[in-house]
């Protein structure tokens, strides 16, 4: 734990605030929602701009930024080593290095727009690849957001002499079949699994089930987990559990609420069954409906634990209603039930939210008083309050102490920092934390990049910041809609409208549907720089996006 010098140091000091962007942390949910290994990033290969991507006659064909090709002095070797001196070949360089694996090579194929998976696995048939269950993990995670190269490996794979498909990397492919909405192949594949016996698990249906939701597709989610047993899986509490959560976790608790009136007489019930409902009920802002499910797990025989505590403690700090937060902890210790560290950090980080650094900080002392010992996501939730509040030495003292805690620095406290000192411009630091994460083994994930990418976008640093893609890129990390929105909104900010159409053109290819403000923002600052024809090329990709999504 943090010496008593140490807390009284980050209490006593107290610097002005000023405002800040850094990425919130969510609250720490007490169902973690459904994790998809994102994969590549697919990067437009342009030795020269298209012929749409031009200037008006009025407006002079834009000129390279001098922060374009900048990179501090002190990361040049490390970016340098990617060989990305010219970021408009990023792809090209980084898929034809020296060190080529199979994967690499594999992928450069990918890189091609094939129409169809049928269309990829024709181009990698007589290519001399091995396939073997590593090499097609790998790359079901650098495509997991692009379905056709990703299926298309999979076909591939599946019709090599002595080579089979190990039933992980079949789910693999069945999420990834999900999160693109293709439901009715994802299905198919479920089928094949079935008929080659014993392929389908709770884990199979899980993700079959939680994609659905996210789709807002409530009914045949629920339709899933009544046909369960015809793959060989057990309709029981643990799956009736993984559908409920899945429906409360994209916003339909009333669905779940359903699944538990339809099935409580002929399931067995379990506490969590009754924690799933409280979590979705207070989420939805339902509180009565709440604490009624508490009654009836008290009824139930089921006594209230921390768990379903602390969705009413995070309830109220969504509110910011501490009065009530307050009250909760007192009930929670007047039944016997500590708040654990999770319930310290959710309300520590709504008190940082809210910009009463000094409570926030208050909490470690009582929850210290409680002997609860604090976890990486508690160090994590300091590290935000911190940055947040402009004290970054404070925030990198805390996250340098971790280890000596006995805590491991983990994802989400690297994730923290480096969003800290990208919302203070702090380049080098963010970067050279990434650097870091490199030499401690930790692996990235899409948000770490994020913030990190946005600075680039807002600091013309388009070197830099393609050399973050294709960093992502070998950390198998692809990009999905979110990131790429990010982009074009940074580039058209920051005047790089023909980079920022070349990402909106990919991501549309990759059949992801843009948001409207992302459409809407990009049109108009091609309007103001009369780019004629970008605008009317942007038009058109737009059109069948929006009817796909319809």
């Known amino acids: ?46 030795p020269e701009l298209p012929s749409w991507l031009k200037f008006g006659e009025t407006q002079n064909p834009s000129t390279p930024d001098s922060d374009d090709d900048f990179v501090i002095p002190s990361l040049a070797h490390w970016v340098e080593n990617h060989k990305l001196h010219d970021h408009s070949k990023v792809v090209k360089q980084m898929l034809t290095e020296i060190t080529e694996t199979d994967v690499d090579k594999i992928s450069k194929i990918l890189k091609n727009r094939y129409p169809s998976p049928d ?78 016996g014993r392929y389908v698990t709770l884990v199979t249906m899980s993700k079959v089930m939680r994609r659905l939701a996210r789709a807002g597709r409530y009914k045949e989610a629920i339709e899933a987990f009544r046909k369960i047993e015809q793959f060989g899986v057990s309709k ?141 996501s508690f160090y994590g939730s300091l590290i935000f309050i911190l940055g947040k509040a402009g004290r970054l030495k404070d925030a990198r003292d805390v996250f340098e102490d971790m280890t000596k805690q006995g805590v491991s620095r983990d994802v989400l406290a690297y994730n923290t920092l480096i969003s800290c000192y990208c919302a203070h411009l702090q380049e080098e630091t963010a970067l050279k934390l990434l650097q870091k994460m490199e030499e401690d083994a930790c692996k990235p994930d899409l948000k770490t990049y994020a913030p990190l990418l946005k600075m680039c976008c807002r600091k013309k640093r388009m070197k830099v910041l393609y050399f973050l893609l294709d960093h992502m890129f070998r950390n198998d990390i692809s990009i999905e809609v979110g990131t790429y929105s990010l982009l074009v909104r940074g580039l058209c900010k920051n005047g790089k409208l023909e980079h920022a159409c070349l990402f909106f053109e990919e991501m549309v290819l990759k059949g992801m549907v843009p948001k409207d403000s992302t459409y809407k923002m990009l049109m108009e600052q091609l309007e103001g720089k009369s780019m004629t024809k970008a605008k009317e090329h942007i038009a058109k990709l737009m059109s069948p996006a929006k009817n796909n999504q319809a």
């Not at 800040?20 to 990033?41: A, E, G, Q, V």
């Not at 993990?137 to 997991?144: A, C, D, G």
């Open 1 to 46: 734990m943090l010496s008593k010098f140490q807390t009284f140091k980050l209490l006593s000091h107290s610097l002005p605030q000023r405002k800040t962007n850094i990425n919130p942390l969510p609250y720490i949910f007490l169902y973690n929602s459904l994790c998809t290994i994102t994969d590549s990033t697919q990067v437009t290969e342009s």
């Open 119 to 196: 269309n990829v696995a024709e181009a990698l048939n007589g290519s001399g690849f091995v396939a073997s269950n590593s090499l097609v993990e790998q790359l079901l995670k650098r495509f997991s957001n692009d379905w056709v190269p990703a299926f298309g490996v999979f076909i591939w794979a599946k019709t090599q002499t002595g080579y089979r498909h190990s039933p992980e990397l079949f789910d693999s492919m069945v999420d990834i079949l999900g999160k693109s909405e293709n439901f009715e192949t994802m299905w198919e594949l479920v089928e094949e699994m079935n008929e080659l």
């Open 236 to 376: 029981d509490t643990n799956a009736m559990n993984v559908l409920m959560d899945a429906l409360v976790k994209e916003s339909s608790v009333e669905h779940a609420h359903d699944v538990f009136l339809e099935f409580k007489e002929v399931i067995p019930l379990s506490s969590h069954s009754f924690n799933v409902l409280i979590h979705g009920w207070c989420k939805a802002r339902k509180l009565d409906h709440a604490k009624k499910a508490m009654e009836d797990m008290e009824k139930h025989e089921f006594p209230p634990d921390v768990v379903s505590y602390t969705c009413f403690v995070e309830a109220y700090c969504r509110e910011k209603d501490f009065r009530k937060v307050n009250e909760i902890l007192d009930e929670m210790e007047g039944k016997g039930c500590r708040p654990n560290v999770v319930t310290y950090t959710i309300v520590m980080h709504a008190l940082g939210k809210a910009k009463q650094v000094n409570e926030a900080l208050e909490v470690y002392e009582k929850m210290k008083r409680n002997c609860c010992v604090p976890d990486a």
